[in-house]
């Protein structure tokens, strides 16, 4: 997100430095608690009547840690706005040229885009032909 305006700039670094803060402190609690779980499973251990239990908490939290850190730290680069922006322009070349027209070649994925033919499989430019299935496409080579 780019801001013109140098306080909502400020403002959005202060946000994303305490979203960062709080999840450095969700991490020490995550460490005390699991390991305070821990001591207290094994002092209650006695001649096999108690199993272990702490590793089921240990387990769930290590879920919401890890989305907590996703959301934090991961939050643009993995599906992000620029990975959207990507996608859109991606899009929006595969719409604009026809799939037979090749007035001028395509680039970047759109390049590896199959022609669609009169029969039921597709042939794509590198003379592959894909034929349609349940899981997707899958090409083979003509002639083999």
Do not use: C
């Not at 305490?18 to 609690?29: E, K, M, S, T």
């Not at 991606?90 to 799939?99: M, S």
């Not at 499989?121 to 080579?141: C, K, N, S, Y």
Request: no cysteine.
């Amino acid at each position: 997100m780019t801001f013109t305006d140098p306080a909502a700039a400020r403002e959005q670094a202060r946000r994303r430095a305490g979203q960062l803060r709080n999840f450095y402190i969700h991490i020490v609690v995550f460490v005390a608690g699991n390991l305070a779980a821990f001591l207290i499973n094994w002092m209650t251990l006695s001649s096999g009547d108690n199993p272990w239990w702490f590793q089921w908490g240990l387990l769930v939290w290590s879920v919401a840690l890890a989305v907590h850190g996703v959301t934090v730290v991961g939050r643009n680069s993995w599906l992000g706005p620029s990975w959207e922006q990507r996608k859109i322009a991606q899009y929006l070349q595969a719409d604009e040229a026809p799939a037979g027209a090749s007035s001028s070649a395509p680039t970047g994925p759109a390049a590896t885009r199959p022609a669609v033919n009169d029969r039921a499989g597709v042939t794509t430019e590198d003379g592959h032909e894909a034929l349609m299935f349940d899981a997707g496409i899958r090409d083979r080579r003509l002639g083999r």
